[in-house]
């Protein structure tokens, strides 16, 4: 939270949008666990550096809004960035950000009728937090009265994969505009030829999904604009269930909610369009072409992470993701390979855009890795599955200081436990007993069972499955600390 | 062995060259497992093909000579394919082909004077059997009057990475020669320029490595051409010490004898050459690209093991060695890309050759993956490491029906045996107990204990260590029955 007190009128409010689940950054980015969480530019995740860059003076704790299966990591996330948020709304279904924007704004109208909303991507790169800050600051008399501003970036290449804001003629020539400036229109991806006309004009910025308006002018936009969806998001606010401190939208309004995104329901009808041009280092990570522009090219133009080797290759991306996994480039030209514990990527980099097809591709085969994660995470904690045979499994799994799993039984799988580091509580129908580092229980077929840990450290441990059947569903729940059906 | 029975006077005896170590098929071929002990083209390894290869009618038991860390993977893959050697003799360190032949000419000597010895590489693709002991037999004629007979494949490209032999004009032109014919000499591999010409000349044929002659005919040419080589491993031989089936050639003798091949020091000097023409499909799988031409490209000139897919790819080889690890190409062009469960191989094609750097560079950074195959071979069976963590680490170890590891202790970590399939007999102290499926034991830091697979079918149990040091050579060795030292 903020360094200094700030007057409650100053405050802007972030609306940290978290529910996306891209695939084109596919192996490292799916459905179960996309990018957002991932540490894709720097050691921290992508939501914790959002989090952090908006914990500042002036700044109220961010609202932030995700999907179901996400929002314990969101939890953790913001935990692990010092960040308590002042809610954490949960979207039955996915409804693109239009209806997630507006929820954000109806539930501040509640408490902070005359506050600031920003609009925050969590999955954009944006080095400067200070920078970035300035820019907010900047733009807040505008908004402040009545303006909704839309934040451009100065374009550095005639780029294909972004929307565009149009503004006046020499505006978005780089750094030297300050200040909010009219912003005449949204202008959807353009094809290369346009793009080029556009980057060459100067009067056009990226949009890069980051707006800045007060709560009154946003709604205002929403009654005049989506009336409907203002009925819709208004009812599934108003019937939502706190949720040992999320708060779920009332599915079946939320339904009704049209799936579009702010821009087309509301930027590009609006008046009272303002552009605030930012022109600090900025990326929204969107395929793999655009991280390997983030990673600062080497002489070579190659971008090599930990644990990959580059030999004589050039505009090359190598990343291994895998632990005890080296990655050798040899003699490539603008190939982007990433390696995962379970899935390998080997792209020309300019089909960086296509890679959903192989996600597509991977899906159709019936492959697993299409859309789940190898590291699967839980309130408690996660695990991983380390190798799995013809009637066994070998997993390790991680539960959190004071993590505690079901109080479960299965009935197709014995479990043989032995914790590697930490000490774990263990339940076994009716004995509890403490199981130290290298100590090690067996948890026979049908036994109600539970695991906690109870110590300050992370709990490690390697399970063992034996049966004929090993699939996560062979699971009955008697009581759950974390309310999971 | 052979399904018919022949006069002694008729045996070809097959030496199987089976100590090379290879390091361009990286990260298949490693110096701790190289390339062939793996199934690289087709479902047996190339050492289990060439023995079934030579395993029929007019042809001896092999005999195979090896590298003293590979002797029981060639007994046990020897085994597999159903075929009982004269003898494997183990070179005490490696020094090339010409001292290798001359070990087992020389062994050949004392029980088959009269013989003939065919000289077989084991990592070569010959998928015609049938097809070459034709050849074979069509050049004993040759032989048996006293030439040496090299192997020539009729080139189908002006390759610059085999040797080659010079026939007479015309004579290489394809198929339609029949018989040896005599062998002009030896050219050593071209550069570009040079193989063109001699493709286009029809008198060259690619050098195999194959050779057909008498016990008689080499043991003369070497005591003419090599005499200080032919005393070194006449004494290697006679001070060899017979154990537990191999034959240890004596290492001192051994030492001696000049590293050098076959080529260079004996049939390059020798006369008296023939040249046996064979023109069915032979490849050395001597680099990625030579694995991708004979994996036969679909019409996209792609290659795409199970595992692995490709999207709009062209000229590429896929291939996912890694159980569980999905591969996927998009828009590649002439790429190798190569998956194993430690490392990733992404490459140029045009660059297959220069494999051997990124070992080098692997090696220099002291990376494991630069040497050492995550599957580790025993006597008993093999083991992988699953996870290697701070001070645990688990593995997954596969005892043979009959295997026994060695009576052991170890000073820094303690084990927990979890057995998932067979039945382990343990020795914990003075106990010795059955451990079937499902159930584990523990084995306290300093307890002399030993794991055997007393059953019919193969054991395979998770280990779990835990400890501050896990380094395989902390280890105490009571007793073994594989004479291990």
């Known amino acids: ?87 954490v709304l949960v979207e039955p279904e996915p409804r693109n950000t239009a209806p997630a924007v507006l929820a954000a704004a109806l539930w501040l109208q509640r408490t902070a009728s005359d506050g600031l909303i920003l609009v925050a991507p969590s999955d954009h790169a944006i080095p400067d937090a200070a920078a970035f800050r300035a820019a907010v600051a900047e733009a807040v008399p505008r908004a402040r009265a009545g303006d909704l501003v839309a934040f451009g970036i100065a374009p550095s290449r005639p780029e294909t994969g972004y929307g565009y804001l149009e503004v006046a003629e020499g505006a978005a020539g780089g750094g030297g505009v300050r200040g909010p400036i009219p912003l005449k229109r949204f202008v959807e991806k353009p094809d290369l030829h346009t793009a080029r006309e556009m980057f060459e004009s100067g009067r056009f910025l990226w949009n890069a999904g980051i707006f800045l308006f007060s709560v009154e002018a946003i709604c205002a936009a929403y009654r005049a604009h989506a009336p409907e969806m203002f009925g819709a998001v208004s009812r599934a606010l108003q019937d939502a269930e706190p949720d040992l401190g999320f ?25 009272g369009l303002s552009a605030m041009p930012y ?85 159709a085969q019936g492959a697993v890795q299409a859309e789940r994660f190898p590291r699967e995470h839980r309130p408690w904690g996660w695990f991983e599955s380390l190798v799995m045979g013809e009637r066994f499994q070998v997993k390790r799994i991680t539960v959190k200081p004071g993590g505690s799993l079901s109080l479960q039984s299965h009935h197709h ?3 043989h436990w032995v914790v590697v580091a930490g000490t774990a ?24 069972h539970r695991l906690e840990n109870p110590g300050k450290l992370p709990l490690v441990l390697i399970e063992v499955q034996t049966g004929a059947y090993l699939g996560e569903d062979d699971i009955i729940r008697y009581a759950d600390e974390y309310a999971r059906r």
């Open 425 to 448: 509580r263990v339940t076994l129908g009716e004995e509890v007993r403490l199981v130290p580092e290298n100590e090690s229980v067996y948890i026979p077929v049908g036994t109600v």
């Open 413 to 415: 799988r014995s479990e």
């Open 247 to 271: 708060t779920r939208l009332a599915a079946s309004a939320w339904a009704e909610a049209e799936a579009i995104s702010i821009d087309y329901a509301i930027m590009e009808k609006a008046t």
């Open 279 to 363: 022109s600090g280092k900025w990326s929204d990570l969107g395929d793999w072409n655009a991280v390997w522009q983030e990673g600062e090219p080497d002489g070579a133009g190659n971008v090599v992470s930990f644990g990959a080797s580059a030999i004589d290759c050039a505009g090359t991306l190598l990343r291994s993701e895998a632990e005890g996994v080296a990655l050798v480039g040899l003699g490539l030209r603008d190939i982007v390979a990433v390696a995962m514990p379970d899935a390998v990527l080997v792209a020309d980099r300019g089909d960086a855009q296509r890679v959903k097809e192989a996600v597509v591709a991977l899906k």
């Open 1 to 87: 939270m903020g360094d200094e007190a700030t007057a409650p009128e100053a405050q802007i409010h972030p609306v940290i949008l978290c529910g996306g689940a891209g695939t084109r950054l596919w192996p490292l980015s799916r459905r179960s666990f996309p990018k957002q969480f991932s540490p894709l530019a720097g050691a921290a995740s992508l939501l914790e550096q959002t989090a952090r860059r908006l914990d500042a003076s002036g700044f109220a704790p961010p609202l932030t809004i995700t999907a179901e299966p996400f929002r314990f990591v969101v939890q953790e996330q913001l935990s692990a960035a010092g960040v308590q948020p002042a809610a």
